[in-house]
């Protein structure tokens, strides 16, 4: 009897240990861990990685694998470079296919080659000539200083982050559809498409964060809640874009000749003009240029604010340099530059990026990889 209970009390003591010391539970993983931060991700995510001495950690979602997480730029340029075919869009695919179907974002292969390759064309010199000359400027001279001016002059307080989303989504649609969705118009207008497009990006990034994926394949499945709300929202994205697609046929055989620089336009050009597909293309180039540009610009402008001897650096810059074209302009503009790149260390609009390995792999810091991890 007595061997049996210092047994019992030896087993208890090895499983109390056991739970004591990992933080990681069987089966649950690192749910509680992760339940409890969950208003928190990206900060534990960057406390974790900072006490790792290799920069990188595993995580363990309920019943799944481990899920390898690292802040370490040797294993990243091994990711995003060197093994670049090792690391897909896998389980991201599965989240966004919803809203980004086979767009570039959601592609790899020679499926994300070709897109690639066709967008590319959007960052030559000369379409970022055009686009700072004429969809920037206007979009800067006739709708957001008017608008700060306004506001200045009559004491006004703005939300600068609503304003800077505005700003970036007229200036996207017009670089991705040569649409302008007139969203930064004094008045503010709710535009049916662009909070369309805010929907569907929420909830399909919630995705990402709920802890057990299964609960949105079910609602998904039984068409209901936040899901149900998605699936509305993609819907009009992409009636819309539909409506765009075939009016920017229709322009471009009634004039043949003419030049547009906008991503739609030269796919259709090309020869592309399946609908899902040149309207997959697009979304994902919205959805690319909308959030990040107005991010970074909100917290670069909170950060001026913040310190403003560097606003006064930069109003000197400005100064300095405003002879010269707008495009050539920035080009010179040394200090400003590296304050936006600054501001973009200290707060990443893109602060994670996520792949699924195809193999097993070793990264650089010596962390094993099992074929199908998220990393
Ligand atoms: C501050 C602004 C921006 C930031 C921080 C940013 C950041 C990023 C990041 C982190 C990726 C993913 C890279 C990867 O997984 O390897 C990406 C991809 C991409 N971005 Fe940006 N981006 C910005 C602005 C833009 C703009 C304005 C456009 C379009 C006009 C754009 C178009 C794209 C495209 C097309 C891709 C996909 C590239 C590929 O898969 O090869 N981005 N960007």
Redesign the pocket.
């Known amino acids: 009897m007595l061997e049996a209970l210092i047994f019992i009390c030896f087993l208890l003591s090895l499983v109390f240990i056991f739970f004591k010391s990992k933080p990681q539970y069987p089966f649950i993983g690192d749910y509680l861990t992760i339940h409890a931060n969950r208003h928190r991700l990206t900060e534990w995510t960057s406390e974790n990685i900072r006490t790792s001495p290799t920069l990188t950690f595993l995580v363990r979602r309920p019943f799944g694998q481990a899920r390898v997480i690292t802040g370490n730029p040797d294993v990243v340029q091994h990711i995003?470079k060197t093994k670049f075919s090792t690391y897909q869009k896998g389980f991201f695919r599965t989240n966004l296919f919803d809203l980004l179907g086979d767009g570039?974002?959601n592609v790899d292969g020679d499926e994300?080659k070709f897109q690639?390759q066709l967008?590319s064309h959007?960052f030559s010199t000369h379409s970022l000539r055009h686009f700072v000359e004429h969809v920037v400027d206007t979009e800067l001279n006739e709708r957001l200083l008017p608008i700060l001016t306004t506001a200045a002059a009559n004491d006004t307080v703005l939300d600068l982050q609503d304003i800077l989303q505005r700003f970036a989504f007229d200036n996207?649609c017009k670089?991705a559809f040569g649409y302008d969705p007139a969203y930064l118009t004094p008045s503010l207008p709710h535009a049916k498409f662009a909070v369309a497009f805010d929907d569907a990006v929420r909830i399909s990034s919630e995705r990402f964060r709920i802890n057990t994926p299964v609960l949105w394949k079910i609602k998904r499945f039984l068409n209901i809640g936040s899901e149900k709300r998605l699936k509305e929202a993609v819907t009009e994205v992409r009636q819309f874009a539909m409506k765009i697609l075939s009016e920017k046929k229709q322009e471009l055989t009634d004039k043949s000749s003419i030049q547009s620089v906008d991503l739609l336009s030269r796919f259709i050009s090309s020869g592309h003009s399946d609908e899902k597909f040149v309207t997959d293309i697009v979304i994902?180039?919205i959805l690319?240029?909308r959030d990040?540009?107005s991010?970074?610009l909100t917290w670069f402008f909170w950060l001026l604010f913040k310190n403003p001897a560097v606003e006064s650096e930069i109003v000197k810059e400005i100064k300095d340099k405003s002879d010269s074209l707008i495009f050539d302009e920035v080009k010179e503009m040394v200090y400003t530059h590296a304050s936006l790149c600054e501001s973009?260390r200290l707060y990443?609009?893109?602060p994670v990026?996520t792949k699924t390995a195809i193999a097993d792999d070793v990264l650089p810091d010596g962390t094993l990889v099992k074929k199908g991890s998220v990393i």
């Open positions: 995003l570039i974002f994300w690639r967008s959007e996207i670089i994902s180039f690319a240029g990040t540009t991010t970074a973009m990443p609009p893109v990026d």
